[in-house]
C-alpha cells in the first residue's frame, strides 16, 4: 500500500494515467457544475465593484480639479485687489503730472488695470460655473455610487447565500481532485489544463461515442478508434485537441444497435421457401 501512494507518477502506466485524467476531469466537471449555480453573480459583483471604485476615482479627480478652480478665483480676486490699489495711486499720482507724457503713461497703466480686472472678473465667472458643474457632477457620482453599492450588497448577499450551500460539496471535490492531480505527471496535468482551459465546455477528456469525438463530434478512423481501446498510448482528438478514451475506461455502457441485416436474411429466406412451394 505504501508502494503505491509513493510511486512515481511517470511510471504509471499508460491506462493507468489515462483513468487518473478522466476521474480528474469528472471531478472537475462537478466542481464547474456548482460554479454554474453561481451564475453571472460573481461576474455582476465584480462589474458593480470596478464601478463603484471608478465613480470614486472619478470623484477624487474632479474634487482636486474644483480645488484648484477655487485656488485660480482667489488669486484672481487678489489681483484685482492689487489692479484696484494701482488704480487708486495712479490717479493719486495724475494729480501731480509735470507733463503730457507723465498724464498718458499713468493713463496706460489705469486702462491696462481696468481691463485686466474685467478679464479677471470674466474668468472668475467662468471658474464658478466650472466648479458649479463640477459639484453637480460630484453629488450625481455619489448618489450612482450610493445605488451601486446597495446592488452589490444585495448581489453579494445572493452569492455568499450560494457559495454557502455548496461550499462543503465544492471543498471535498477540491480535496479529491488536488489527491488526484498528485498521481499525474506535471507534463500531462499541465496540457490537460491547459486543454481545459481552451474549451468552451472545460472538457478535456472524452470518450468515443458513435465513433465520433465526444468533445467536438468529428468522426474517428477506425484504425485510431482501436488505438484508444488499445490504451498503449495518450491520443488525442485532430480536431479539437481533447484527450479521447475508451467507453468502458470511462465506465460508459453503450447501447447495442439492432442489426438491420438479420431482417434482411430472414426476407430472402422466406421468398426462397415461396418459390420451393411454386
Do not use: W
Amino acid at each position: 500500500m505504501a508502494r503505491e501512494k509513493t510511486k512515481d507518477p511517470a511510471d504509471l502506466s499508460v491506462e493507468e494515467k489515462l483513468k487518473n485524467l478522466y476521474e480528474l476531469q469528472k471531478l472537475l466537471t462537478e466542481i464547474d457544475k456548482i460554479k454554474t449555480l453561481r451564475g453571472e453573480l460573481p461576474l455582476e459583483v465584480q462589474d458593480l465593484e470596478d464601478e463603484i471604485e471608478g465613480l470614486a476615482t472619478r470623484v477624487d479627480k474632479i474634487t482636486a480639479e474644483v480645488a484648484e478652480l477655487k485656488r485660480e478665483i482667489n488669486q484672481r480676486h487678489g489681483d484685482i485687489e492689487v489692479n484696484n490699489s494701482n488704480i487708486e495711486r495712479y490717479k493719486t499720482q495724475m494729480d501731480s503730472v509735470r507733463n503730457n507724457r507723465e498724464y498718458d503713461t499713468l493713463s496706460k497703466q489705469i486702462e491696462y488695470a481696468e481691463l485686466d480686472n474685467v478679464l479677471n472678473e470674466k474668468k472668475i465667472g467662468e471658474a464658478k460655473a466650472a466648479v458649479e458643474s463640477k459639484t453637480a457632477e460630484i453629488t450625481r457620482c455619489n448618489m450612482l455610487a450610493n445605488d451601486r453599492r446597495a446592488d452589490l450588497d444585495v448581489k453579494r448577499s445572493e452569492l455568499e447565500e450560494i457559495i454557502a450551500e455548496t461550499k462543503a460539496d465544492e471543498d471535498k471535490l477540491r480535496e479529491k481532485a488536488k489527491g488526484l492531480e498528485a498521481t499525474i505527471e506535471p507534463r500531462l496535468l499541465a496540457a490537460f489544463k491547459r486543454i481545459r482551459r481552451n474549451s468552451r465546455n472545460g472538457l478535456g477528456v472524452v470518450y468515443v461515442q458513435r465513433d465520433a469525438c465526444g468533445g467536438c463530434f468529428n468522426k474517428i478512423p477506425p484504425q485510431r478508434q482501436l488505438d484508444i481501446r488499445m490504451r498503449k498510448k495518450i491520443i488525442v482528438c485532430e480536431y479539437c485537441g481533447r484527450i479521447m478514451v475508451d467507453p468502458e475506461l470511462a465506465g460508459v455502457e453503450l447501447v447495442s444497435k439492432e442489426e438491420k441485416p438479420k431482417r434482411r436474411r430472414a426476407t430472402r429466406t422466406k421468398k426462397a421457401d415461396e418459390g420451393a412451394e411454386d
